[in-house]
C-alpha cells in the first residue's frame, strides 16, 4: 500500500509518525472519509462530495486550532489512488496537531506556537459504485437504541472516538452491527452515520432526519447530498419513541450509502427487509452522484 504523510508518498511500511504527535498523546486530530469512484464514461476517478468534505474538515481544523487547508489533499488524493491502481476507494484523511519540537514539553495542552500538524491519508479498495447503484437494493444492518456517552461537541470529526468505539462493542455483544444513539430522549445519529426513519405522523408518512441542532451531532456529507436529491425528507427534532413504532429506520454515510435497518434491539422494522424508501433513496443518491449532482 501506497500511502501519503506530510507531503510524500511512500509504502506503508516506510511511513514513521512520532509517540509524541498531539494526534496520539491528545487525541488531537480531525479525520475525513471519502469516496472515490470512476464515473461513468471517465478514466479518472473522482471524489464524492469533495467540496463538502474539504469544507466540513477546514470547519474542524479551525474549531481544533489546527492550521491547515483540506482543499491542499484533493490533488495528492488522486496522485496516491493512482500510485495503488486503485480508482475505486476508500479514502482516510487524517490531520493531527504535529509532533512538539526538541525544545518543548511534550504534553503542554496549548499547542506549541510555529508546531507543523501531521498530515496523513491512505485508501483501501471498494465495490465499483456504479455497480451497486444497478442493483438497486440498499445494504442492510441490524443496529440497538443505545444512549450517546460522547463529548458535546458533535460537529467536530475528531479522532477521539473512544465512545463510539465503546457503543459498537455493546451492539456486537448484542449480535447488531451498528446503533441508533439518542441523548435527552431524542434521536442523534449512528456510529458513523446519521439516521433517516420514515414515521406515520399526523395520519400521513413521513421521512424524517434529525436536524442538526436538536442534538450534537455531525453535518454528514452523504446526509446533505440526500437532502439534495430527495426533497421529500423533512428535518425536525425526532424523538427517541419514535424509534420502536418507525416504518423504516435507514443509517446513511460515505460507505454506507442509504442502508436500511432491518432490526432494531432484536425487533423486526416492517417487514425485516429493506423498506420502500430505503430503496428509493438509495436509488436516488446513486443517481445523483453517477449524474454529478454532488459536485
Known amino acids: 500500500m501506497i500511502v501519503y504523510l506530510n507531503g510524500r508518498l511512500m509504502p506503508l511500511e516506510q511511513a514513521r509518525i512520532s509517540p509524541l504527535d498531539r494526534g496520539f498523546i491528545f487525541g488531537e486530530a480531525i479525520y475525513e472519509g471519502l469516496r472515490a469512484f470512476v464515473p461513468p464514461g471517465a478514466r479518472e476517478p473522482r471524489i464524492v462530495g469533495a467540496r463538502l468534505h474539504a469544507e466540513r474538515m477546514n470547519a474542524g481544523l479551525a474549531a481544533a486550532g489546527i492550521g491547515f487547508n483540506a482543499f491542499t489533499l484533493l490533488e495528492p488524493t488522486l496522485e496516491m489512488l493512482r500510485a495503488n491502481r486503485m480508482p475505486e476507494a476508500f479514502v482516510y484523511w487524517q490531520v493531527s496537531g504535529g509532533t512538539p519540537g526538541a525544545g518543548d514539553p511534550p504534553r503542554y495542552r496549548v499547542a506549541p506556537a510555529g508546531i507543523e500538524p501531521t498530515v496523513f491519508m491512505y485508501c483501501s479498495a471498494q465495490p465499483a459504485l456504479a455497480g451497486l447503484g444497478g442493483s438497486g437494493s440498499p445494504p442492510r444492518r441490524r443496529v440497538i437504541v443505545a444512549q450517546d456517552v460522547r463529548w458535546m461537541l458533535g460537529q467536530m470529526k475528531s479522532t477521539s472516538l473512544m465512545g463510539n ?24 445519529e449512528g456510529l458513523a452515520t446519521n439516521v433517516v426513519m420514515v414515521v406515520e405522523r399526523g395520519g400521513r408518512e413521513e421521512v424524517v432526519t434529525p436536524t442538526l441542532d436538536s442534538a450534537p451531532m455531525l ?24 424509534v420502536a413504532t418507525a416504518r423504516e429506520v435507514m443509517m446513511v454515510g460515505t460507505t454506507t450509502y442509504v442502508t436500511a435497518c432491518t432490526h432494531v434491539d432484536g425487533r423486526a422494522v416492517g417487514d425485516g427487509d429493506a423498506g420502500p424508501a430505503a430503496r428509493r433513496l438509495f436509488a436516488a443518491l446513486m443517481d445523483g452522484i453517477l449524474a454529478g449532482r454532488d459536485v
Open 219 to 242: 453535518a454528514g456529507v452523504t446526509r446533505r447530498l440526500l437532502l439534495d436529491f430527495a426533497p421529500e425528507i423533512v428535518e425536525r427534532p425526532v424523538l427517541e419513541v419514535e
Open 165 to 188: 468505539v465503546h457503543v459498537a462493542r455493546l451492539a456486537a455483544a448484542a449480535g447488531a452491527d451498528e446503533a441508533v444513539l439518542v441523548r435527552d430522549a431524542k434521536v442523534v
